[in-house]
């Protein structure tokens, strides 16, 4: 193996290269890949396989390589790469990698960019070649938008110069999935930067080509063993001459033609030809051994330990043994059309007995395959592996150790499908996507079971054609830009007063809000106890908003909560609760009544893009007819929720023109007017069971407003608190969370809130599945209060309930705790589940069994605190 | 990826949409004149066709409107979409 002193259209032989591979430096071209600079050098092995830890070398020019994987760590990052897809850079630093990758060890620079763009064409062309570039010009003359992708560095391996005006040409650039109507995703790798393309094309052509395909015999994977074809390449482009002495074993005439060229570059080759009768084949005056294989090869087991080839044992067509030493060994059985992303997106293949491999049939009408991966190849032998009485050597997928050996237990143990081989051996799930053992699998299967060429062909290919990172895959989209950050108007505030933050959906809210030397249980207590016995405030911004407006808006609702909102006098203001069709509880919120066309519906924070397209989904596909229209307005309004005894004295000491006496602006009611000047609107509800307004004012008032409610509760104490605190509180009063105390399975009577349920008014969205047998039987799980016994013990959310403390496992289970917090008012810990017949067991004692104790409460209505509701007009 | 041909906005990727399942399952006129069985009928139980086949999508990145299309399921080929309402594609 060596570097020749001219030749190599890739490699710029006045820029050296220095480079390092598991820790030796070399020397190679500028244009080398690291594979045929570690040729040039005469490394041939230096890999080993996966399982079996058997020395490999190089042995293909292209992705289809299954031996030579590499981590690079200098000048860039990339965990696993063949060897034969690095371009060598100075300094390039190179590990060989055996079978897997690793993440990026700390401390790794990255060092490549990642980029994501989009492009749309009338045609795509992905390969070139003449077969690829005809099309491109045809599409381009008459206007369209051409785009000619290549997966190598230039389109020199096309054999043209010939390059059509009129396209886009992306080389380095590798498809690595089609899909659906014409896209595609496209690999660029150009210098340090991973380029990834989503092409939608009205139409693609497939101008892929083809990938050589080896032929199975024993001990075929020793180092030195490569694809007739890649030497052919290495010498082409890069100078690289294998050699001295070669025997090149082929099915294939055009083998004889690469025996030819390297002949001519100073090579001893000796062909062996399984066909004993070749014609118009040029042997250079060398005769072929037609009619021969090769029944096993030596390898350098010595000093070196590289394990490269020495010697190949022939047998003749009778039988005749023969030995030569060598230190290359080109096999080429066949030329299989590469048809992994035609195959990926559905189409079909047939087998050509002609050229013995797969050809292409009926596929999307918007793709078309052409060239040699139309089927368009020279004269092909069904030869696959050479007969052996010991399989065991005879290696499918180097990259897997798999041998014929294997895929006949396979077989054995009735995996007659290709496709459960596939999975009983992992042959074609390596890195290498199988490109050289998919089609020899198939054909060994069918040869095995004696079904003839082609009756199975190789098992599905899906994508990514070549390994690709996520952090290409992902982009620009992570961090910050992996999704939406919304915060309100007052989030700078929650920021300067040192809020923890909690993610709701895609908004930050308030945690909780923590002085110097809290913890999150003091903090929240000390929330807890300003709203329940001064005041405190809440940014209630991110509650969803919607505007539902139209002569019908009332008839509507009617039809999409489960209790009567027609009959609701402006300016007052109802809960809500909207069901599945299933009957289950799908959100809540409460419903203001802004006019007699007009109503003024909340959500909760996280269901208010569903509540919206749900609305949406109804007016539009059911009920087109009533005269209805909605409007998202969550971000538009800001919501400052004053609640605790003193919330009336704040809110006058900010200053409004609504009288807020409990006479004239009572529970349940709003009121439109001004508060700190700002336009606003006053909404008595309470989610605390404290005197409660929720002020709510257009967006851009809601930072001013804040802060005046701020320095106007200065002298009552006023104290900011978080969602946690707003947790607790409402669960004191037995408000439940929807997604939190329920799940997707639970009714409004499961809940028992049999009372926001007007079963008489007409049909409402879920109505009819409340009386369904399941919905209806006794014995669900229904909603309680839950009183650990030890006052001190918090019972952990999601924890399983039993009737009986057997300690026999397993134990039936009677429900689940959904809500569970310490009280700052009660002075213990106190909790909401689901529980089976819950509603008729209240004051009995249920268990929570733990890893390690058992802790007993007692079930309660879920109302621990205020049950007459005093205080919630202050 | 589908190219989703929206009534209203024309060809669209599939990733502006949202998939609504079966269409033209109408919401029943009485559903209280339905046994238990007839109404988890309508509720639960869909076509599963090899072929041509109509079904629900919605723009929800785009004009937020519902629409219907035909669509092949073994093929995935889309034969034209129809605003709700109308008449499917012959």
């Not at chain 1, 733990?850 to 005093?870: H, S």
Request: proline share 5%.
């Amino acid at each position: 193996m060596i570097r020749l002193h001219e030749g190599g259209i890739w490699i710029d032989r006045s820029r050296p290269v220095a480079f390092r591979f598991d820790g030796v430096e070399y020397e190679g071209f500028e244009g080398d890949t690291l594979a045929s600079a570690l040729l040039a050098n005469g490394v041939r092995g230096g890999f080993l396989s996966p399982i079996l830890g058997r020395p490999r070398g190089v042995m293909t020019a292209g992705p289809e390589e299954p031996n030579a994987y590499v981590e690079v760590s200098e000048p860039w990052f990339d965990p696993i790469v063949a060897a034969t897809m690095v371009e060598l850079a100075d300094g390039l630093v190179a590990e060989s990698r055996t079978g897997t990758g690793r993440l990026r060890p700390a401390g790794t620079a990255v060092n490549r960019r990642v980029e994501h763009r989009r492009t749309h064409v009338e045609l795509l062309v992905i390969g070139s070649g003449h077969d690829g570039l005809s099309p491109a010009e045809e599409a381009a003359s008459r206007g369209d938008r051409v785009l000619l992708v290549e997966r190598e560095r230039d389109l020199a391996g096309s054999g043209t110069t010939w390059r059509p005006d009129g396209v886009t040409y992306r080389t380095r650039a590798t498809a690595l999935g089609l899909y659906d109507d014409g896209y595609a995703v496209v690999l660029e790798r150009a210098g340090a930067v991973d380029r990834i393309w989503h092409v939608r094309a009205r139409d693609v052509v497939l101008a892929t080509g083809g990938i050589e395909r080896t032929i199975v015999f024993a001990d075929n994977d020793r180092p030195g063993t490569m694809l007739a074809n890649a030497a052919d390449e290495y010498l082409g482009r890069f100078g690289v001459l294998v050699g001295p002495h070669v025997v090149i074993f082929t099915a294939r005439s055009p083998a004889h033609t690469v025996a030819s060229t390297l002949r001519e570059a100073g090579t001893d080759v000796t062909v062996v030809d399984v066909r004993s009768d070749v014609t118009g084949i040029d042997t250079d005056g060398v005769e072929p051994l037609l009619g021969w294989t090769i029944a096993g090869t030596e390898g350098n087991g010595g000093t070196d330990g590289n394990g490269a080839l020495t010697a190949v044992h022939l047998e003749g067509p009778s039988g005749e043994r023969r030995t030569i030493e060598c230190d290359a060994l080109l096999v080429s059985g066949g030329w299989n059309p590469d048809l992994a992303l035609w195959r990926s997106i559905g189409g079909g293949t047939r087998f050509d007995a002609g050229g013995a491999c797969f050809v292409p049939t009926d596929g999307p009408p918007w793709l078309r395959v052409v060239g040699s991966a139309a089927g368009e190849v020279s004269a092909g032998t069904p030869y696959w592996f050479v007969p052996a009485e010991d399989y065991s050597r005879h290696f499918v997928d180097l990259q897997r150790d798999q041998t014929v050996a294997d895929v006949a237990a396979a077989l054995d143990a009735g995996l007659t499908s290709v496709e459960h081989v596939k999975r009983a051996t992992h042959i074609g799930t390596a890195v290498d996507q199988g490109r050289t053992s998919g089609v020899i699998t198939a054909e060994i299967v069918n040869q095995l079971l004696e079904t003839g060429p082609g009756a199975q062909g190789p098992s599905n290919a899906r994508p990514p054609s070549l390994p690709v990172s996520y952090a290409a895959l992902a982009g620009p989209y992570r961090g910050d830009l992996l999704d939406p950050v919304r915060t309100t108007p007052m989030h700078q505030r929650h920021v300067e007063a040192g809020a923890v933050f909690e993610n709701v959906g895609q908004w930050k809210r308030p945690w909780y809000l923590p002085r110097a030397g809290e913890s999150m249980d003091d903090a929240v207590a000390r929330e807890c106890l300003a709203v329940r016995n001064g005041v405190g405030v809440l940014d209630a911004t991110t509650l969803g908003k919607i505007e539902v407006v139209g002569a019908d808006a009332s008839v509507f609702l009617d039809r999409m909560y489960t209790n009567r909102m027609s009959n609701l006098g402006v300016g007052s203001i109802r809960y809500g609760l909207m069901l599945g069709l299933d009957g289950m509880v799908l959100d809540d919120g409460v419903a203001m009544r802004v006019a007699e066309d007009g109503f003024f519906v909340t959500t909760t924070t996280t269901g208010a893009a569903m509540v919206l397209d749900r609305f949406e989904e109804w007016l539009q596909t059911e009920w087109s007819d009533l005269r209805v229209s909605c409007t998202g307005v969550t971000e538009q309004w800001a919501d400052v929720a004053i609640a605790g005894p003193r919330a009336r004295d704040v809110l006058s000491a900010v200053g409004t023109d609504v009288d807020l006496s409990n006479d004239a602006f009572p529970f349940m009611t709003f009121r439109d007017g001004t508060v700190a000047g700002a336009s606003a609107r006053i909404a008595r509800v309470s989610f605390t069971g404290e005197l409660s307004y929720e002020v709510m004012v257009p967006g851009w008032y809601g930072l001013h407003v804040w802060d005046a409610v701020i320095a106007a509760g200065e002298p009552f104490g006023i104290t900011p608190y978080g969602t946690e605190t707003m947790h607790v509180l409402r669960a004191e009063k037995g408000f439940v969370i929807v997604g939190q105390d329920t799940d997707g399975t639970v009714t409004p009577f499961d809940l028992g809130m049999d009372r926001i349920v007007n079963m008489s008014k007409g049909d409402f969205v879920g109505r009819r599945s409340l009386s369904r047998s399941d919905t209806s039987r006794p014995g669900r799980k229904q909603l309680v209060g839950l009183l650990p016994e030890d006052r001190s013990a918090l019972l952990p959310e999601g924890a399983q309930l039993v009737l009986e403390d057997t300690g026999a496992i397993p134990m039936p289970m009677a429900g689940h705790v959904t809500s569970s917090y310490r009280s700052a008012a009660l002075g213990r810990p106190f909790a909401l589940a689901m529980l089976e017949n819950g509603h008729a067991l209240y004051e009995r004692t249920v268990f929570v069994p733990l890893l390690d104790r058992t802790i007993a409460a007692t079930v309660a209505e879920p109302l621990f605190y205020d049950r007459e509701g005093r205080r919630r007009d202050g | 990826m589908l190219l989703v041909p929206c009534p209203w906005c024309g060809p669209r990727d599939e990733i502006e949409f949202r998939y609504g399942g079966q269409a033209h399952v109408a919401y029943p006129t009485d559903p209280d004149a339905l046994s238990d069985a007839q109404w988890a009928d309508f509720l639960f139980m869909r076509d599963n066709p090899r072929g041509a086949w109509s079904e629900r999508w919605v723009h929800t990145a785009g004009c937020r409107r519902w629409f219907n299309l035909v669509r092949d399921t073994s093929t995935y080929e889309i034969r034209g979409s129809y605003r709700i309402g109308e008449e499917p594609p012959a």
